[in-house]
């Protein structure tokens, strides 16, 4: 039965593939304190929304990822803006000193004018023509090295968030899985765990026996045929036996049982926590990403 159930619990976890729920935990809440529920059961229950949480960190690193994605895209595109404005002015500027080299070259093509006057004032105008070209030539080699090192640095971090990501996820499997193991290291144990309670009613129950049937004074054997004979105590073995056939299994049902709501109780407090934090985060993400989306 119980192989069954384990067999059972496997594939429950592995067909239940979508995100844990607000309708799950309250579920469960109410699961745990049902009395006709098996406590193999519960457990094998809770490593099923164990491996769904794992689905909610999935989805709340990707909404974060996409999140700093959508932010960084932004001052991205942003950047790449102001960049494009500047080269817009440049070009301007460019198309101003191209019409400045045409009004000289037109005023020369009549050429070298006799006015001492006005040949200085060409001199000059070529002069700072060339001192402006050198000066616009200079700010376009430095505004395309600014957007190829804006372009790099996107790169990296992009390929920073990728890695972040995989890292997190990675991260948040391994405590999953130390979830998951811990309440499989738990079933283990607990069978040793019964079986030690096993042993109080086992010894108590017959030693209580022994003691009452000698005081009262009712051995079936003559005193003389049990004295100093271990069967002078043959009522504690008789109430053993009876013990064992008869107290044992629902004894160590029930204390199975105990164990197992106890644990379950506490490890359903850490799954709760860690569902609520999930949905705060998300929520806030979600904000984030409206906001980003306004701005």
Not at 95 to 118: C, F
């Amino acid at each position: 039965m119980q192989v069954f159930l384990i067999n059972l619990g496997n594939y429950l976890i592995q067909m239940h593939s979508y995100p844990l729920t607000d309708s799950d935990i309250d579920n469960f809440r109410n699961t745990l304190s049902a009395p006709a529920k098996p406590g193999t059961l519960l457990l094998l229950e809770l490593k099923t929304l164990y491996s769904r949480l794992a689905l909610n960190d999935e989805a709340l690193i990707s909404k974060q990822y996409q999140y700093d994605i959508d932010r960084l895209k932004q001052s991205y595109d942003k950047e790449k803006q102001i960049c494009q404005d500047r080269f817009t002015s440049l070009r301007k500027q460019f198309k101003q000193i191209d019409a400045r080299i045409n009004s000289v070259e037109q005023k020369l093509s009549h050429g070298i004018p006799e006015d001492l006057m006005l040949m200085d004032k060409l001199i000059a105008e070529q002069e700072s023509i060339v001192a402006e070209q050198e000066k616009l030539n200079e700010a376009e080699t430095e505004l395309s090295d600014y957007v190829s090192s804006i372009d790099v640095k996107h790169g990296k971090t992009l390929s920073k968030l990728e890695h972040d990501k995989e890292e997190k996820l990675l991260e948040l499997q391994s405590l999953r899985r130390h979830d998951f193991e811990e309440i499989t290291d738990y079933e283990k144990g607990l069978h040793l765990k019964t079986r030690l309670a096993a042993l109080i009613p086992i010894l108590v129950i017959p030693l209580i026996i022994d003691f009452l049937t000698l005081k009262m004074g009712i051995p079936l054997l003559k005193p003389q045929e049990v004295s100093h004979s271990i069967l002078a105590h043959y009522p504690f073995f008789i109430a053993l036996i009876l013990t064992q056939f008869l107290v044992m299994e629902p004894f160590n049902a029930k204390v199975h049982d105990y164990f197992t709501r106890d644990y379950a109780r506490k490890s359903f407090q850490k799954l709760e926590n860690l569902y609520e934090d999930h949905a705060s985060q998300m929520k806030s993400v979600n904000a984030n990403l409206s906001s980003l989306k306004h701005q």
